[in-house]
T-cell receptor
Framework: EAGVAQSPRYKIIEKRQSVAFWCNPI?????LYWYQQILGQGPKLLIQFQNNGVVDDSQLPKDRFSAERLKGVDSTLKIQPAKLEDSAVYLC????????????FGSGTRLTVV | QQPVQSPQAVILREGEDAVINCSSS?????VHWYRQKHGEAPVFLMILLKGGEQKGHEKISASFNEKKQQSSLYLTASQLSYSGTYFC????????????FGKGTKLSVIP
């Protein structure tokens, strides 16, 4: 089966600019997660979707981050305006049944804010 | 709350064994283990469930001590391909199924 697709792979922007990341999960995976991974750290959950509904966005900095999952398939994560501390890898993961099969991660988008 | 992994880093020669630990201050329902190679996505290795048995695949196995809220990942007769950063992800059993990851253990296997 095809994996989780993410784009772009790399992005460099100046602070206060906006940026968007795209994720296409594995077909049939109802649950989709966005994680932020700062260099040298473990992934930190930003938001969880079940189909096209938000399950948990308690750790999403909503003053600057937003995410949506249209039609329960693709998802986009946006940052506006970006800050230097947003420099990180943004990982998208999907699962059919995480309690049995775990997550499948995409390769991530490496964001550098200068 | 973020689980604590130890050690932070380990260097092995091919054929040596290693143990990576993951501890939580909260009661756990399940523990996941993932391996991430540099610049790549984390890859799922295995899940340990509360009340479940020790799991393993070839030379990589893991255990889950519910009383101590701790899981250990065992790598035996290490190969060069085992190099990477190992993350444990924990789920407490409350709320939606989502993992909280530790900071990772960097494993380097050298010839």
């Amino acid at each position: 089966e095809a994996g989780v697709a993410q784009s772009p792979r790399y992005k460099i922007i100046e602070k206060r600019q906006s940026v968007a990341f795209w994720c296409n999960p594995i077909s049939g995976h109802a649950t989709l997660y966005w994680y932020q991974q700062i260099l040298g750290q473990g992934p930190k959950l930003l938001i969880q979707f079940q189909n096209n509904g938000v399950v948990d966005d308690s750790q999403l900095p909503k003053d600057r981050f937003s995410a949506e999952r249209l039609k329960g398939v693709d998802s986009t994560l946006k940052i506006q305006p970006a800050k230097l501390e947003d420099s990180a890898v943004y990982l998208c993961a999907s699962s059919l049944d995480a309690s049995l099969r775990g997550y499948t991660f995409g390769s991530g988008t490496r964001l550098t804010v200068v | 709350q973020q689980p604590v992994q130890s050690p932070q880093a380990v260097i092995l020669r091919e054929g040596e064994d290693a143990v990576i630990n993951c501890s939580s201050s909260k009661a756990l329902y399940s523990v996941h283990w993932y391996r991430q190679k540099h610049g790549e996505a984390p890859v799922f290795l295995m899940i340990l469930l509360k009340g479940g048995e020790q799991k393993g695949h070839e030379k990589i196995s893991a255990s889950f001590n519910e009383k101590k809220q701790q899981s250990s990942l065992y790598l035996t007769a290490s190969q060069l391909s085992y190099s990477g950063t190992y993350f444990c992800g924990t789920y407490s059993g409350a709320g939606s199924y989502q993992l909280t990851f530790g900071k990772g253990t960097k494993l380097s296997v050298i010839p």
